[in-house]
Nanobody
C-alpha cells in the first residue's frame, strides 16, 4: 500500500508565499510523474503542476511564473513553491503520483489534501 501525505498549507495574505510538500511511502518500486491539483469552493478539481521523473515540468496557465514544482527522487517527495499568491488560489491542494509498485503495476495515488487560503 502507498500513502501520499501533504503538508504546508495555511492562511496567507495576497502577495505572500507558501510551500507545499508531499511525501510518498509504502511499497514503492518507482515513482513516475508527480504533481499537484486543486479544488476551489464550488469548482471542479483542476490541474496545477506536474513533474516527471526526469524533471520535466508542466504548469497550468494560471500559475505559470508564480509556482514552481520540484521533486527529490531519493526522498520520494514533491514540493510546490507558491509565490505571489492571489485570492483565487484559495483551494484544497492535492498531491498526486503515478507509482510502480512491487507487483510491477502502475497505480495513481492521491493525498488527502491541504487547505490553502489567500486573503485579500
Amino acid at each position: 500500500q502507498v500513502q501520499l501525505v501533504e503538508s504546508g498549507g495555511g492562511l496567507v495574505q495576497a502577495g505572500g508565499s507558501l510551500r507545499l510538500s508531499c511525501a510518498a511511502s509504502g511499497s514503492i518500486f518507482i515513482i513516475g510523474s508527480m504533481g499537484w491539483y486543486r479544488r476551489a469552493p464550488g469548482k471542479q478539481r483542476e490541474f496545477v503542476a506536474s513533474i516527471t521523473k526526469s524533471d520535466t515540468t508542466n504548469y497550468a496557465d494560471s500559475v505559470e511564473d508564480r509556482f514552481t514544482v520540484s521533486r527529490d527522487n531519493a526522498e520520494n517527495t514533491v514540493t510546490l513553491q507558491m509565490n505571489s499568491l492571489k485570492p483565487e488560489d484559495t483551494a484544497v491542494y492535492y498531491c498526486a503520483a503515478s507509482i510502480l509498485e512491487s507487483d510491477i503495476q502502475y497505480r495513481d495515488y492521491w493525498g488527502q489534501g491541504t487547505q490553502v487560503t489567500v486573503s485579500s
